[in-house]
């Protein structure tokens, strides 16, 4: 019942024989402002309707199963599904002073699929394939979970865990319509960031959809060499598509795409490669973002020296890029980006 949206609650509730409008506005209360996750917690309603209600819809899609913290404070949920498949959620606290603003405090970052099919070649996610994509209260689900975990709201949401969002658009779209509706989650666009290994269609999708959110594009290589040898999506949409297709994407979006860049020692890392990421940012106006490999368990790739990442990151700075070079929270938990997968802690 997560996936309501008002008018779905008040058939269901009519389908019940009850078609009270102060009902709807109850039972949508209760579900997306006080997040309950069982009738029989809506002590206003009466207990015949709760238990009719309770026979059809589950509140709880999935339930948090293991919970773990890093030094920093980060915090991996792994999930379970109602069929037994599992994903994980990053619950990301921003250290004192780090954002700047007191109100934006506490980023999750959700999954949108279990495993994911695009199988980049230094992914944790991909090693295993596609096993499904999440539906709609699943992907809301996550955050009603995470919201009881933290005792707290959300201030950003980013789609950065498994699976690929631009995969699954179908369910993303009405999940997204859901969490930025004010009636409902109430979670503004402009703090929701999708994470894309630069899927074109999905991506014309999302553009046409309106929704004002944040764009990330998973890079990973400069030219359709260096991507294809580690993103066979780029096989697929090379960036002779991806480009103007972002560009596309520009035209339509206030905010600036960000170029996500992990950085693997001998495979992306050249000056080379540095150039021509500046060219590509400059071209499309946008930001880069750096980020150290994250080593994954029985993957070749290794993560450059701190020296080398500095260089690639001061030569995009000589170039008038803004670019941050970061090392993610929660990589000593496997939290950090590319390193959830589909297994128990
Ligand atoms: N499928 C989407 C979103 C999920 S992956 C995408 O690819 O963008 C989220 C981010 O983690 C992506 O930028 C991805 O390339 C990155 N990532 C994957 N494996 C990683 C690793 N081992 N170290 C650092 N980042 C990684
Ligand atoms: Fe899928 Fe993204 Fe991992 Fe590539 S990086 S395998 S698209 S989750």
């Known amino acids: 019942m997560l996936s309501f949206s008002q008018e779905q609650l008040a058939s269901a509730l009519a389908e019940l024989g009850e078609t009270k409008a102060y009902r709807v506005t109850q039972l949508a209360d209760w579900i997306w402002k006080k997040g309950a996750d069982d009738f029989e917690q809506m002590t206003n309603l009466p207990p015949a309707l709760r238990r009719e209600l309770a026979a059809r819809y589950t509140l709880r899609p999935l339930s948090v199963v ?41 980023t999750l970052c959700i999954s949108s699929q279990v495993g994911c099919a695009f ?13 499904r994509s999440l539906d709609t209260s699943e992907i809301i689900g996550q955050i009603f979970a995470a919201r009881r975990e933290a005792g707290e709201s959300m201030d950003n949401l980013v789609f950065m865990g498994m699976g690929e969002p631009l995969a699954n658009v179908d369910n993303l779209l009405p999940a997204l319509r859901l969490i930025t509706d004010a009636r409902h989650l109430g979670i503004s666009p402009r703090h929701i960031t999708i994470s894309t290994s630069g899927n074109v269609p999905g991506l014309k999708r999302l553009a046409q959809s309106g929704l004002p959110v944040r764009l990330a594009v998973s890079l990973h290589g400069a030219t359709d060499d260096v991507r294809s040898r580690i993103m066979p999506v780029n096989k697929r949409w090379p960036l002779g598509e991806l480009l103007p297709a972002l560009k596309e994407w520009q035209a339509c979006s206030k905010h600036m795409i960000t170029l996500e860049y992990i950085l693997i020692a001998g495979v992306n890392d050249m000056p080379t490669q540095a150039d021509l990421l500046a060219d590509i940012a400059q071209r499309l106006r946008a930001k880069v973002n750096l980020i150290p490999y994250n080593p994954v368990p029985g993957l070749e790739w290794r993560r450059p020296t701190e020296s080398a990442c500095h260089a690639f990151w001061k030569a995009l700075l000589a170039r008038h890029i803004p670019t941050t070079l970061r090392y993610e929270k929660g990589a000593d938990i496997d939290a950090a980006c590319g ?7």
Do not use: H, N, W, Y
Not at 120 to 131: D, V, Y
Not at 339 to 345: A, D, F, S, T
């Open 119 to 131: 199988g980049c070649k230094f992914c944790a996610s991909g090693l295993l394939g596609l096993k």
């Open 66 to 106: 293991e919970r773990r913290t890093s030094a920093g404070g980060t915090r991996k949920l792994l999930c379970r599904l109602q069929d037994g498949e599992l994903v994980e959620m990053v619950l990301i606290p921003a250290a004192p002073g780090e954002t700047g603003t007191r109100s934006r405090r506490l």
């Open 339 to 345: 390193q959830l997968r589909r297994r128990m802690m």
